[in-house]
Each structure stands twice: as structure tokens, then as C-alpha cells.
């Protein structure tokens, strides 16, 4: 089972429910899609880590052959593609690698090549495989770089994602094929605003979703009406309290010092499974 | 005309708060809300939309089913998985247009995909530049621009001596879009492992493109050791520190009342101390 845990808001804890579940329940991986903020390697604290590079293909024009006809930049809708006079210039960090430029060129004048926009980490944590990528800084696609993590998702066993903030393209990218959607807010019209958006894209995917409530006791009952107007189930509720402030603040999953905890991301596991048959 | 990024790295950390409360303290600036895919400026600071735009995104590929022969070298070209049994997938299709200009039988429409909206609002602090992705679209960075350059152009036509744009977490395509030509960014972190680790991300994007940093801690107070360690790491580094702010119940309380907290609260300790902040960041912009 893959279970994605989601926000729409930042900061309302994805990284804290996802890590502290893991390890209540013993997930067998987790995948960190975050790739412009990854987190999760802080609480997991992983070993003997591989890594690997990420590369996409872009276009290198090939001087001898090129007859500056316009044709590739015309035809690249990302502007990645530059020709004026006797200049041909390729802007790679704007390149989504379609292939286009390569196929339209009548000279045979474009040739591809790898280039890094990232890197994979892979490592053991007390029995979990933590799974993690890094968008390289500057480069602005984080959508290639959450594929490759969600490639290396083991086929059996439970997989937990922790998606990035947000709802737009690298949030469908974390959240596309999931089997079930933990979507974490704080009860407050920020959170409510962004869990508001964050249901529709995950709506849109098919993909059955609950909500872990963080922080509550703050702000209003905005969170708690949508959600009963919606027919989404609050799975979890988990208080503001400073002494899991504290703990999340020295990287320390909060699960390993109040213990009590544990049995109810197990419930919690338990109720997944059952909404997401 | 000058501009100010509000950027840090991790979500959540006080983005939009400061953001609302420069707005409040400030006298002659726009405002951008620039987190397109989970805007919150307009919840407290109220705006009433004047001109509404739509924002059209990358294009998108439509199998026409009468055309097309079945023949299948659009999912062989296609390098992003987008179409499936003759159909082009809209969440994946990426608008790269090889599909189109490759199928023999010219049976690939290439249609124009509304992926949100942009505003132009009057506030009771100023203008404001803001919009809204639709759920789960492509192309924030884009949408992003669309907002600064509205901003821009409200900020000559009033003569406004500040652009404030509250920037979107990360440091993807919104957050490089966010920069672009900005005297100064503010990054707003937080005194937690995470929120240092990001914050170093943050600072590297920044150094990446000549911007400015400086720095305001809030919540300081929740783990004092860490807030010593980003002010010692700012202190070595040369990076203006212009505030911490003390984790204070009344900024919820405002954000419920739909008020930036120096308005709602002006005598709580957060209000004091976003109040210098601004000082201090005012004189750093010469403002």
C-alpha cells in the first residue's frame, strides 16, 4: 500500500506525520518527493547512503550542420531555444526535454545530452529505506526529479511519500497513484484556504483521502465544518503542545518520547486501509 | 521603484504573516502575493478585485478519435507517458506539441488550457497583485511573473516607492520566478533543524542570483539554542539580521479575525517585534 501524505499549506507537518507514522506502524520505505525542501533525512537519520545523479536530456547544436533556419526555436513552446543571425543558444535549465527540437531539425544539425538538474539519496533507517531527492540550486523542474524517486517505490509492503507543498504540478506528480491520501492542515483560514485547494487536486486524481488536523486547539472550526460539509473523514487530531514543537525542532520524531503515540498511527494505519479498499 | 522578496525555503514558517504586516506598517507600497498554489495574503488583508485576468498556460495536446489511425507514434515520441490507449492524459501532457506536429494524419489538436486567474485588488494598505492557480496545473512559475508584472505596472501607475511580494516555498520554478530583479530578499525561518537546513538551501538560490539576503527568526523563542546558531551562521556570513519575533497566540487570534497582527494587536510582543523589523528592513531598502 502507498499511503501520500499531502498538505496544500507548508509547515502544517507532513514531514512529522509521515516520519512518526513510519515509524509506528514499521513502514517498509519512505520516500521523501519534497525535492526542493526534502526533510525527512533529519528525522530518519539514514546510513550508508547511495546517491545518484538525476539527468535529463537537452538539446546541443552542432555548429557544422546548423543553417540558423529558426526551426527548433520556434517549434520549443518552453523558449529553451534561441537563433538570430548566425547565433544558435540553448537554455538548458529552461529545457523540459521533449525531444522536439531534435525531430524538427532538418540538418540532422541537434544531438542530445545529459545534463544534472538533481540527485537521488538512498539509505537504512532503524529497518525503513528512505528514499530522497535534491533539486540542484537554480534549476527550477522538480517534477523529473520526484519521478525518479517514485520509481525506485518498492512493489510490496507499505511505501509512505511525504509530497511537497503547494497544489500545483509536483504535487500531482507525488500524489498520482497513491492508494490513499493523508492531507495535514492546522485549524486556522490559512489552513482551511490551502486544504480547500489541496482536496480538489487530490479529488481530481481519484485517490481516497482523510485529514490529520495538527495543531489543534488553535484558530477556528473552519477546518472541521469543511470537512464535515465535504464528507471527509478527520482521521487524527494532534494538539499544539511545545513539547512536540521542541522535539520536531531538534529533528527528534516525537513518536520515540511519547511513546503513547504509537498505538494511534497504528489505528490510524488500520483506518487507511479499510477507506482505501 | 524598489521590490522585496519574502522567500524561506520551508513552508509555514511566516511567510504571509510578516508579509501582511509590512503591508500594514508601509505607506506607499504594492503589494504581490506571489504563492500562487496556496495563496493566503488576501485572507488578511481583504482585497477587493478590480480587474480580472486569465491565465493561459502551456498549451495542451487533444486526440481527435474521428482522425486518428491508431497508429501509435505520438505515445512512442511522447516522452512524459502522457497518452494512453489514443487519449492524451491532461494532467501529464506537458504542451511540448512533438505529438502534434508528428502524427501523420494531423489528428493532434493543440488547445489552449486556462490554468488560473490573476487580480488586480484595491486593499486598505494599497494595491495588490495576486491570483490563482487551478488546482493541480503546471506553470505557477509563469503565473508568477504574470503577478510581478502586474505589480510592477501598479506600482508606476501609483507611484509607489515599494513592491512587497510574499514568494512561495521552495526553491523550484515559483521561487526563481519570485527573484527575478529584486533589490532584497527577506527569508523568514524558523529555529528548527529543518527550518536551517532549508534556510541554507534558500541562501544558496539566493547567492545563485545576486540577491541580497536578510534574515528575520520567527518563533524565536521555541528552541533558543538553534535561533543562537542562525544568528551566529548570519553573523559569519554578513547577512542582516532584522528581527526575531517571539512565538505569540495572538498572531493566530488576527489571522482569524482576517487582520495582519500589528492591526489587530498592535500592543503584543509579535506586533513589537515585526515593527522593528520593518524599521530596520526599511532603512537596509532606503524606502
Redesign the interface.
Known amino acids: 500500500m502507498k499511503v501520500v501524505v499531502a498538505s496544500g499549506k507548508g509547515g502544517t507537518g507532513k514531514t512529522s506525520v509521515a516520519v512518526n507514522l513510519a515509524l509506528s506502524v514499521g513502514a517498509d520505505q519512505v520516500l521523501d518527493c519534497d525535492v526542493e525542501e526534502p526533510n525527512v533525512h533529519i528525522f530518519l537519520k539514514p546510513e550508508a547512503i547511495e546517491s545518484h545523479p538525476v539527468e535529463l536530456l537537452v538539446p546541443r547544436i552542432i555548429e557544422e550542420r546548423c543553417t540558423y533556419c529558426r526551426r527548433c526555436a520556434e517549434f520549443c513552446q518552453y523558449n529553451a531555444l534561441f537563433v538570430a543571425g548566425e547565433t544558435a543558444m540553448v537554455f538548458p535549465e529552461l529545457c523540459h526535454s521533449c525531444g522536439g527540437c531534435k525531430l524538427v531539425c532538418p540538418e540532422e544539425a541537434i544531438e542530445e545530452v545529459p545534463r544534472e538538474i538533481g540527485k537521488i539519496f538512498k539509505g537504512q533507517a532503524d529497518g525503513v529505506e528512505l528514499v530522497y531527492g535534491e533539486l540542484n540550486i537554480g534549476e527550477p523542474l522538480a517534477v523529473p526529479i520526484i519521478s525518479k524517486v517514485k520509481e525506485q517505490a518498492k512493489e510490496e509492503g507499505l511505501v509512505i511519500l511525504d509530497a511537497p507543498p503547494g497544489s500545483a504540478c509536483p504535487v500531482v506528480e507525488a500524489v498520482h497513484g497513491s492508494d490513499f491520501c493523508l492531507l495535514v492542515t492546522e485549524p486556522t483560514p490559512f489552513g482551511l484556504h490551502d486544504l480547500e485547494v489541496a482536496t480538489e487536486v487530490v479529488k481530481q486524481l481519484g485517490v481516497p483521502l482523510g485529514v490529520v488536523v495538527n495543531f489543534a486547539g488553535i484558530g477556528d472550526r473552519g477546518v472541521y465544518e469543511f470537512c464535515e460539509e465535504q464528507g471527509i473523514p478527520v482521521l487524527m487530531e494532534i494538539p499544539f503542545d511545545r513539547r512536540i514543537a521542541e522535539l520536531y525542532s531538534r529533528g527528534v520524531p516525537f513518536t520515540e518520547e511519547m511513546t503513547e503515540w504509537r498505538a494511534r498511527f497504528q489505528a490510524l494505519l488500520e483506518t487507511m486501509e479499510g477507506l482505501a479498499k | 521603484m524598489k521590490q522585496l522578496t519574502i522567500l524561506?525555503?520551508?513552508?509555514?514558517?511566516g511567510k504571509?504573516t510578516i508579509t501582511a504586516c509590512f503591508a500594514a506598517l508601509s505607506e506607499n507600497a504594492v503589494f504581490a502575493d506571489c504563492?500562487?498554489?496556496?495563496?493566503?495574503l488576501h485572507?488578511l488583508l481583504n482585497p477587493e478585485v478590480k480587474e480580472t485576468f486569465e491565465f493561459k498556460g502551456?498549451?495542451q495536446a487533444v486526440i481527435d478519435p474521428e482522425k486518428c489511425t491508431r497508429c501509435g507514434l505520438c505515445m512512442e515520441?511522447c516522452?512524459?507517458d502522457a497518452i494512453e490507449e489514443y487519449r492524451v492524459d491532461p494532467?501529464h501532457c506537458?504542451?511540448?506539441?512533438?505529438c502534434v506536429?508528428?502524427c501523420p494524419a494531423e489528428a493532434i489538436d493543440f488547445v489552449d488550457r486556462i490554468c488560473g486567474h490573476a487580480y488586480i485588488s484595491e486593499t486598505r494598505y494599497g494595491p495588490m497583485s495576486h491570483a490563482r492557480?487551478t488546482?493541480?496545473?503546471?506553470?505557477?512559475?509563469k503565473l508568477v511573473t504574470l503577478v510581478r508584472q502586474n505589480a510592477q505596472r501598479l506600482a508606476e501607475e501609483n507611484s509607489c516607492d515599494l513592491v512587497l511580494v510574499d514568494g512561495?516555498?521552495?526553491?523550484?520554478?515559483?521561487?526563481?520566478a519570485s527573484l527575478s530583479n529584486v533589490e532584497a530578499s527577506l527569508i523568514v525561518v524558523?529555529?528548527?533543524?529543518?527550518?536551517i537546513?532549508?534556510l541554507k538551501?534558500a541562501l544558496?538560490?539566493l547567492r545563485?542570483?545576486e540577491v541580497e539576503p536578510l534574515m528575520c527568526v520567527n518563533k524565536y523563542d521555541?528552541?533558543t539554542d538553534?535561533t543562537d546558531e542562525i544568528t551566529g551562521f548570519c553573523e559569519e556570513n554578513g547577512i542582516a539580521m532584522v528581527g526575531c519575533v517571539p512565538f505569540d497566540?495572538e498572531v493566530?487570534k488576527a489571522?482569524?479575525k482576517?487582520q495582519p497582527v500589528v492591526e489587530y494587536r498592535p500592543g503584543s510582543p509579535a506586533s513589537a517585534a515585526i515593527r522593528k523589523a520593518w524599521a530596520e528592513t526599511r532603512t537596509y531598502l532606503g524606502v
Open positions: 524561506s525555503g520551508k513552508g509555514g514558517t504571509t504563492d500562487v498554489d496556496a495563496s493566503n485572507l502551456l498549451k515520441l516522452r512524459f494532467i506537458e504542451g511540448c506539441k512533438v506536429v508528428n492557480l488546482p493541480g496545473m503546471e506553470n505557477s512559475g512561495p516555498p521552495g526553491i523550484g520554478c515559483p521561487a526563481i524558523e529555529p528548527t533543524l529543518s527550518g537546513h532549508d538551501r544558496e538560490l545563485h542570483f521555541l528552541n538553534n497566540p493566530t489571522m482569524v482576517g
